[in-house]
Nanobody, 126 residues
Framework: QVQLVESGGDSVQAGGSLTLSCAAS????????MGWFRQAPGKEREGVAA????????SYADSVKGRFTISRDNTKNTVYLQMNSLKPEDTAMYSC???????????????????WGQGTQVTVSS
């Protein structure tokens, strides 16, 4: 059974930093695409970063490029999202997702991903 568990969400002031973690279990050991998405109240889900385990492939949404960094620790089956220079507009529920198989493609299309975590809340105050 696949399980994705996020942690690290918190309330911070603008300009602050947070690191989110996504601990994965039950996923196959083969290369897989994993992504971070966020959804603010009243808004559509937005992909912010994605990576392909076992490679250097990453992708970032323009809104977070230069501020967010996605990384992974394959030994711990954990994907991280380092968020710097946070802005109030970054406030959202952040969720990680994993694709079942396949190549690195459509990183910000939710339909690409088969497994989702419950999410962790990030609130940035001005």
């Amino acid at each position: 059974q696949v399980q994705l568990v996020e942690s690290g969400g918190d309330s911070v002031q603008a300009g602050g930093s947070l690191t989110l973690s996504c601990a994965a279990s039950g996923l196959p050991r083969s290369r897989k695409q994993m992504g971070w998405f966020r959804q603010a109240p009243g808004k559509e889900r937005e992909g912010v970063a994605a990576t392909y385990t076992g490679s250097e492939l990453t992708s970032y949404a323009d809104s977070v490029k230069g501020r967010f960094t996605i990384s992974r620790d394959n030994t711990k089956n954990t994907v991280y999202l380092q968020m710097n220079s946070l802005k109030p507009e970054d406030t959202a529920m952040y969720s990680c997702a994993a694709a079942a198989d396949g190549a690195f493609q459509n990183p910000f299309n939710p339909a690409r991903y088969s497994y989702w975590g419950q999410g962790t809340q990030v609130t940035v105050s001005s």
